[in-house]
């Protein structure tokens, strides 16, 4: 196999991951209150923290990639700053969702 068709069955598997990972809705049995991509997506986040968060430019604008499952959000951003912010509101989200209070 050459270098270019393992790129692309790699890229094929990842997006079918992504894929499953997104069709799931059922609860994680270890984050109670996650669906298994929020829980993904949140163990991710925990581990690499603003290093592993899922941003990307395109052109001059910053955009949030769908990643583990968790779609991004449908909208650009002018600078890095607030996709990175927004992205860290969203993990806020899950965290008060597995604390119970949402």
Known sequence: M???TQAILADLAATEQRRIL???TTPSPRHH?????EAA???HMSRW????????????????DDF???SGAPTVYKTKRECVAAI???IDILHDKLAGRL
């Open 68 to 70: 583990c499952g968790v």
């Open 2 to 4: 050459n270098a270019n």
């Open 33 to 37: 209150g996650l669906t298994i991509a």
């Open 41 to 43: 997506f949140s163990d």
């Open 88 to 90: 860290g509101r969203y």
């Open 22 to 24: 997104h069709d799931r």
């Open 49 to 64: 923290g603003s290093d592993g968060y899922p941003v990307r430019k395109v052109g001059s604008r910053w955009i949030w």
